[in-house]
Nanobody
């Protein structure tokens, strides 16, 4: 079992920055891949970025050069979001896949005003 808790969302003006955090807890020894996904109103959930325990990183084209994903202690994950745009407005979810189960956090809302 894995519990994921996100924090750090909020309201920011376009061009601003936010840093999201995800803390993983539960009965596991290690997690390989963790990621951030987002879901805007009326749209499907989409990948933002993923990072492996070894530091391999993948970004969606829409956030490359603006967002930075990182991990600490293999259980804490962050998403530094710079140069935010109104189209980045969404609920951001922390995700991991462990022992054939897909785990999600409760999400944190990011709202970017124009």
């Amino acid at each position: 079992q894995v519990q994921l808790v996100e924090s750090g969302g909020g309201l920011v003006q376009a061009g601003g920055s936010l840093r999201l955090s995800c803390v993983a807890s539960g009965s596991f020894s290690s997690i390989n891949v963790m990621g951030w996904y987002r879901q805007a109103p009326g749209k499907q959930r989409e990948l933002v970025a993923t990072i492996t325990n070894g530091g391999r990183i993948n970004y969606a084209d829409s956030v490359k050069g603006r967002f930075t994903i990182s991990r600490e202690n293999a259980k804490n994950m962050y998403l530094q979001m710079n140069s935010l745009k109104p189209e980045d407005t969404a609920v951001y979810y922390c995700n991991t896949f462990l022992h054939w189960v897909n785990y999600w956090g409760q999400g944190t809302l990011v709202t970017v005003s124009s």
